[in-house]
């Protein structure tokens, strides 16, 4: 079975919220998400992955789509959803994986591109991204 990952993009305004990965020793810059696990939904595993890492609730999901990424565990393809969230703030709820998280422009997302911390799969979809940032 392919490995799958789930990813959310957050938006508010013209800046995608952001989490800084620490979780393999490295510096990882990547949308909320992670693995599916064995029985579970893409999407109800968007949506605890979401709520784990920053605290906030999902309330609509609507497929943006899938990108290939890499990680030290291997390949993955990554499901992709544009994510509206209740009202609140993101906060640090895993301090082992999660060193903190940001709201980023489209030039930034350019930037942390070109300076190799974006993951592979929003280099992907940086393209896409564009018209909802812009």
Same mark, same amino acid.
């Given at each position: 079975?392919?490995?799958?990952?789930?990813?959310?993009?957050?938006?508010?305004?013209?800046?995608?919220?952001?989490?800084?990965?620490?979780?393999? @020793?490295?510096? /990882?810059?990547?949308? !909320?998400?992670?693995?599916?696990?064995? +029985?579970?939904?893409?999407? %109800?595993? &968007?949506?605890?992955?979401?709520?784990?890492?920053?605290?906030?609730?999902?309330?609509?999901?609507?497929?943006?789509?899938?990108?290939?990424?890499?990680?030290?565990?291997?390949?993955?393809?990554?499901?992709?959803?544009?994510?509206?969230?209740?009202? @609140?703030?993101? /906060?640090?709820?895993? !301090?082992?994986?999660?060193?903190?998280? +940001?709201?980023?422009?489209? %030039?930034? &997302?350019?930037?942390?591109?070109?300076?190799?911390?974006?993951?592979?799969?929003?280099?992907?979809?940086?393209?896409?991204?564009?018209?909802?940032?812009?």
């Amino acid at each position: 079975m392919e490995k799958e990952l789930v990813a959310g993009l957050i938006i508010r305004g013209s800046r995608l919220l952001l989490v800084r990965n620490i979780k393999y @020793g490295g510096l /990882r810059v990547e949308p !909320p998400g992670g693995k599916v696990e064995p +029985g579970e939904g893409r999407e %109800s595993a &968007l949506r605890r992955e979401v709520g784990e890492e920053t605290g906030l609730k999902v309330k609509r999901l609507d497929f943006f789509g899938i990108f290939e990424t890499d990680s030290p565990e291997g390949s993955f393809k990554v499901f992709t959803y544009l994510c509206l969230t209740e009202e @609140g703030e993101p /906060r640090i709820t895993e !301090p082992e994986k999660i060193a903190g998280f +940001g709201w980023y422009t489209f %030039s930034g &997302l350019k930037g942390l591109s070109e300076s190799g911390l974006l993951v592979p799969n929003m280099v992907a979809a940086l393209e896409k991204l564009k018209k909802y940032l812009l």
